[in-house]
């Protein structure tokens, strides 16, 4: 990799944001938006796994599952519970779209981890589609279930009057906020720990303080296989929560 | 001179195109300046390819995958519930089962009584029976002896008496009376009553 090149020229050099370069897959031109890069071979293989854990692994449609098809059902009971639990029954019509967004960052930032791996939900550009795309669609499903109803939610029925557009200012601000929060999150996230993970790769290069380094990639690894199953579990618990405000705007 | 600054100009456009292909090739392991995240450049690209995965995992998402395992864990409940209820129903069948049993045994109890009742009665008739036969000859065969035995006393009674006339007539007659047959008879007949019997 680029690290270890660099290392062999100047005694220590790091390079930790290398890793998210946006590359064209076949060409060394430019980037159009057309262009088939790693994000667009990386998108394609989590839908490919995806597709492999989701579809192929459930084709036996077994009364006892096999081991794949005991994942598929875990993944689906824990998002389905999830919706249920948080977003009420009435929130389980979106359920495929809140299962969508948990196996693509799950998948996303599993396959992240593999080494020489791109990992796609690090990018703001990505996480932003994703965040927008809950904000718009809450915000719209909102608006069409509870019309002006929806706006309840900015105007805190259980303060008292007096402080009640204050509270308004602050929930409208919190309101839009949220993609913002929603979206950096998991891209931070995904950022600070493969960038880490780099750096402690870089001081492998000095002899003295390889076997600490190495050990300490160890160990962030380990935490960031953590951090990449919880930040997903988040990414799909708020939008629920979003889902909710939007179904019952009423505090 | 035109001519001139021409090649010179197709020159330094050439190595000024070289240059910039050199650049870009060597942008390919150039590393990093800033973030990458936030090359704008970039984000077209990666929000075009990332909608269509998108798309296609949602399609395939809500149409494929989650009425599949919906189905087959909807399908695993019912076969729980339809093997919990066969169960259920296995465990009336083993109690009834058991109290057909428990009934069968009591009966045999009950007809083994029964039967060894009707033996003891049938028994108990023939042995009553055979008593009766055997209280019967008995009480023939007493008769018959107690028959003898009045027989053999009246002749000793009588023999007795004959020899007690005979010597009472001997002794009248020693004694020098007149033997009246009648009154010795009398005397005999009264002494000997209450000797006999």
């Known amino acids: ?251 | 001179m035109i001519s001139l600054l021409e090649v010179a100009a197709t020159v330094a456009a050439d190595e000024y195109t070289e240059s910039v292909a050199s650049s870009v090739a060597y942008g390919e392991s150039e590393t990093a300046t800033g973030l990458p995240q936030l090359d704008l450049s970039t984000f077209g690209n990666q929000i075009f390819w990332l909608i269509i995965s998108l798309l296609v995992l949602y399609w395939v998402v809500a149409k494929i995958a989650l009425p599949r395992i919906g189905a087959v864990l909807s399908d695993r409940q019912g076969a729980i519930t339809g093997d919990l209820m066969a169960a259920e129903e296995f465990k009336l069948k083993a109690k009834e089962a058991e109290a057909a049993y428990d009934k069968a045994l009591a009966d045999a109890r009950a007809e083994a009584g029964k039967i060894v009742a009707a033996n003891r009665a049938e028994i108990q008739k023939d042995l009553d029976a055979a008593i009766a036969h055997a209280d019967a000859e008995i009480a023939a065969r007493a008769s018959e002896s107690e028959g003898r035995i009045r027989q053999i006393r009246d002749s000793a009674d009588s023999d007795a008496r004959d020899v007690a006339r005979d010597v009472a007539a001997e002794l009248v007659r020693a004694f020098g009376g007149t033997t009246d047959q009648a009154a010795i008879d009398q005397a005999v007949d009264r002494r000997m009553k209450g000797v006999l019997q």
């Not at chain 1, 944001?17 to 394609?44: C, K």
């Not at chain 1, 995904?190 to 492998?204: E, P, Q, S």
């Not at chain 1, 390889?210 to 997903?232: D, R, S």
């Open chain 1, 1 to 251: 990799m680029a690290t270890e090149a660099q290392g062999e020229a100047t005694d220590l050099s790091f390079h930790p944001m290398d890793q998210f370069i946006v590359r064209p897959l076949f060409s060394d031109g430019p980037v159009h938006w057309y262009t088939p890069t790693n994000v667009t071979l990386w998108l394609f293989l989590i839908v490919l796994a995806t597709l492999g854990l989701l579809v192929l692994g459930t084709r036996g449609r077994a009364i006892v599952p096999t081991r794949g098809q005991s994942i598929a059902e875990m993944a689906y009971g824990l998002v389905h519970k999830m919706v249920s639990d948080i977003a009420g029954k009435d929130g389980l019509k979106y359920f495929p779209y809140v299962m969508t967004l948990f196996m693509f960052i799950v998948f996303a930032n599993f396959l992240g981890l593999l080494p020489m791996a791109f990992t796609v939900t690090s990018h703001i550009a990505v996480t932003g589609v994703l965040a927008l795309s809950v904000f718009l669609t809450v915000t719209a499903i909102g608006f069409i279930k509870n019309g002006a109803h929806f706006l309840d939610l900015f105007w805190v029925r259980s303060a008292p009057l007096a402080i009640r557009p204050v509270l308004a200012v602050i929930e409208v601000i919190s309101y839009f906020v949220r993609p913002v929060s929603h979206s950096i999150r998991l891209a931070g996230n995904m950022i600070a720990g493969h960038a880490v993970i780099k750096v402690f790769a870089g001081f492998a290069a000095i002899a003295a303080v390889a076997p600490v380094a190495i050990v300490a990639v160890v160990g962030m690894y380990a935490f960031e296989i953590l951090v990449a199953f919880i930040q997903a579990y988040v990414f799909t618990i708020l939008t629920c929560v979003y889902l909710k405000d939007a179904l019952h705007p009423s505090h």
